[in-house]
């Protein structure tokens, strides 16, 4: 077990509404990605965020938003939701140390949430 | 900007024998980070081995190990005596050395595993 956790496990929901995402990292990490792995895929990079704030972002569209709370857990929220949306969405936590010369340790991820869009 | 390469879709093994995963990958950075995890059938990506890019010796976990020829871009994964409870998903996955917005894994398209009895 790698200390990260997410909810739900699963997730069923209809073309165009919106949907929230919760990860909690592990104690220490101050960094949390979010990752989407469509079926016999490859994880693909959504964003970063580290200190509340999003420090990077793949190519994906402004629907696809985030948070980062004090504690350094973590929301992904998804509107207009696509049947396209339809993946796995993992989440993974790291710690960030900038003093070390901007060195950033492994990535831990959690179990996942399944989503499905009809 | 970088790529990660799986060439090998589907690979089976005996129980007990060593197989080896390929993995190739391009980037134009001299130093950064590869991982291999692993990814059974419960979802929950595994890290199994890692290895610095400035680092010669190949990384070795237990009955895991790596070859890496930084020349070449290559990063295989060797694991001897296999297990069944080795069988699963595995991605080779590239990090940039530093951190923020070049943080993030890129992932190959995975290598599924079957061991069999």
């Known amino acids: 077990e790698t200390g990260v956790t997410q909810s739900p496990t699963h997730l069923i929901k209809t073309r165009g509404q919106q949907v929230t995402l919760r990860c909690s990292s592990q104690?220490?990490?101050?960094?949390v990605s979010w990752y989407q792995q469509a079926l016999g895929q490859g994880p693909q990079f959504i964003f970063q965020?580290?200190?509340?704030?999003?420090?990077g972002r793949g190519n994906f569209p402004p629907r696809f938003s985030g948070l980062q709370f004090p504690n350094y857990s973590s929301e992904l929220n998804v509107n207009a939701l696509e049947l396209d949306d339809s993946a796995l969405y993992l989440c993974?936590?790291?710690?960030?140390?900038?003093?070390?010369?901007?060195?950033?340790?492994?990535?831990?991820f959690g179990p996942g949430t399944r989503l499905l869009v009809l | 900007a970088q790529t990660v390469t799986q060439s090998q879709p589907e690979m089976s093994v005996q129980e007990a024998e060593t197989v080896t995963l390929s993995c190739t990958y391009d980037?134009?950075?001299?130093?950064?980070?590869l991982f291999w995890y692993k990814q059974p059938p419960s979802r929950q990506m595994i890290l199994v081995i890692r290895?610095?890019?400035?680092?010669?010796q190949n990384a070795t976990e237990n009955r895991f190990s790596v070859n890496f020829q930084k020349a070449a871009k290559s990063f295989s994964l060797k694991i001897s005596d296999s297990q069944l409870g080795d069988a699963a998903m595995y991605f080779c996955?590239?990090?940039?050395?530093?951190?923020?917005?070049?943080?993030?894994?890129?992932f190959g398209k995975g290598t599924k595993l079957s061991v069999k009895p």
């Open positions: 965020y580290y200190r509340e704030e999003e420090n």
């Open positions: 996955a590239y990090r940039s050395v530093h951190g923020g917005s070049q943080g993030n894994l890129i």
């Open positions: 993974a936590s790291s710690l960030w140390v900038i003093q070390d010369l901007n060195h950033q340790e492994t990535q831990y």
């Open positions: 290895q610095e890019a400035y680092k010669q």
């Open positions: 980037t134009s950075e001299s130093d950064y980070y």
């Open positions: 104690s220490g990490h101050n960094t």
